[in-house]
């Protein structure tokens, strides 16, 4: 929010684009691998090998990085516009899987609360010094994104030594991981594709100051993503260690139902005070995307619940039901944006908030239908 005061409204529109594409490259960069360490790590007994875990996981995200560099300097001339925007984008990705990996590593060593504290806190002050002092422009803000990523490194490369025995590469391991994780990466993918085939497609039909205001309302809604993000850190391994211990996810019910009204009650408010704060947060050059919050805050609602209940799918190996659902409702997505033309930028937040909500409804008809084959197998063994 610092750089929507800070910036022009064009220029922060670009900045929009290389941040979009960034979240693009995420799933293809990172191939969903942090969450089958997260998966991994949640059995006690594989906790021992955790830097073996990381370690590779890390040398296979980086060497997609570096293979999206050398395709970029393949494709486009060196120092063009679409080269720099490869660039920074694919570099941006790649800091996002590198700090997710190791974050669930932290997590299972009960260190993650120190680690997020740390990095929070040293990028708000970064960020803050830049803004205060009036420094604040891409060039300083991406050297604070920099400099943070070396400081995670440097932890990355404490723990990791600290580990003793270090296998250089296992095969095996990156093999398993990949199976598991290659239909989350492709429903990140297609999942991304639907949340922001909307900006591209306003850039396209509109201009980089009507994305830049689509952009900063949707970004004070993230305020709620944020805490869906952070519940669903804390909620998916939880679950994964109530389901090892023989806990049904029926009996789980309750604990949903609870998240579910906090994060209505939570958008409610958002909605009613978004007139009031949304200025303060932003700027009056913005207002006009006011109107477009209560719609972003139904989506963000269904994107939590969807989070919520997807790690029953993972748990169950029925990974590929995601990929089904998120490639489905992507193409009705992306297909339904290109009517912005004839609706206005406010029809992109519509197709949003309802892809979100259609998600979530297919996705929790198939949990019921596994649950319902499960009880009748068991029906049938006791029998």
């Not at 910036?7 to 594409?21: C, Q, V, W």
């Not at 021992?48 to 494709?75: E, P, T, Y």
């Not at 050297?143 to 440097?154: A, E, N, R």
């Amino acid at each position: 929010m610092l750089m929507t005061k800070s910036m022009d409204i064009t220029i922060f529109g670009f900045f929009t684009k290389i941040k979009l594409t960034s979240v693009l490259f995420i799933p293809v960069i990172g191939i969903s691998l942090s969450s089958y360490l997260l998966k991994f790590l949640a059995d006690s007994s594989s906790k021992k090998d955790w830097g073996n875990a990381l370690l590779n996981i890390v040398g296979v995200q980086f060497g997609m990085f570096l293979l999206f560099v050398l395709f970029s300097l393949f494709i486009f001339p060196f120092s063009s516009a679409y080269s720099l925007l490869f660039f920074f984008s694919s570099f941006i990705a790649f800091l996002n899987c590198f700090f997710s990996s190791l974050s669930n590593s932290f997590r299972s060593l009960g260190l993650l609360k120190f680690f997020l504290l740390a990095n929070g806190l040293v990028f708000v002050v970064n960020s803050s010094y830049l803004f205060i002092c009036h420094f604040f422009n891409f060039f300083n803000l991406y050297t604070c994104v920099v400099s943070l990523f070396l400081g995670q490194f440097i932890v990355f490369l404490v723990y990791i030594f600290r580990c003793g025995k270090l296998s250089v590469l296992d095969v095996s391991f990156i093999k398993t991981g990949v199976i598991f994780s290659f239909p989350l990466a492709i429903n990140v993918l297609f999942s991304s594709i639907f949340s922001l085939c909307d900006k591209y497609i306003i850039d396209f039909y509109f201009t980089h100051d009507d994305l830049a205001i689509y952009n900063v309302s949707f970004q004070f809604v993230s305020l709620l993503n944020i805490l869906g993000n952070v519940t669903q850190q804390v909620w998916t391994p939880w679950v994964y260690h109530r389901l090892n211990l023989g806990v049904k996810w029926s009996d789980l019910r309750f604990y949903r139902v609870v998240i579910y009204c906090a994060v209505i009650i939570i958008g409610i408010i958002m909605i009613f005070v978004s007139k009031y704060l949304f200025v303060t947060f932003s700027s009056e050059k913005y207002l006009s995307g006011v109107a477009l919050i209560p719609y972003f805050v139904i989506g963000t609602i269904f994107q939590i619940f969807y989070w919520i209940i997807s790690p029953y799918i993972h748990f169950i190996e029925k990974n590929k039901y995601l990929s089904y659902v998120s490639i489905s409702v992507g193409l009705i997505a992306l297909v339904s944006n290109f009517l912005v033309g004839r609706f206005g930028v406010i029809f992109p937040a519509i197709v949003y908030s309802s892809s979100w909500f259609l998600q979530f409804c297919v996705l929790l008809m198939l949990i019921n239908y596994e649950n319902s084959q499960i009880d009748k197998k068991y029906i049938f063994v006791v029998d």
